[in-house]
Nanobody
């Protein structure tokens, strides 16, 4: 099983980034997919989630209206489109797959928002 995040980098405040998470080794279309983030010195927090058929999404209050989660069950990939980025969005972003008691994590991709 692999979850491989990509798309992180350095961006100025107000800018945009699109994160991708490519999944393999499990039935991607059956799993709830989420993005978490962990800022330096802070606990990991849930940012956004999307149901297996993309019929339901969840967003943390801190990113509502700025971030959009989506998935492609043919490409086995989940995305996080991030816009109007703020300094406080700086963190390592992790991809998570969950179905019942089974859970997988990626290794993360670093997003740095700085002027």
């Amino acid at each position: 099983v692999q979850l491989v995040e990509s798309g992180g980098g350095l961006v100025q405040p107000g800018g945009s980034l699109r994160l991708s998470c490519a999944a393999s080794g499990f039935t991607f279309s059956s799993y709830y997919m989420s993005w978490y983030r962990q800022a330096p010195g802070k606990e990991r927090e849930l940012v956004a989630g999307i149901s297996s058929a993309a019929s339901n999404t969840y967003y943390a209050d801190s990113v509502k209206g700025r971030f959009t989660i989506s998935r492609d069950n043919v490409k086995n990939t989940v995305y996080l489109q991030m816009s109007s980025l703020k300094l406080e969005d700086t963190a390592v972003y992790f991809c998570n797959a969950r179905r019942a008691s089974t859970e997988y994590w990626g290794k993360g991709t670093l997003v740095t928002v700085s002027s």
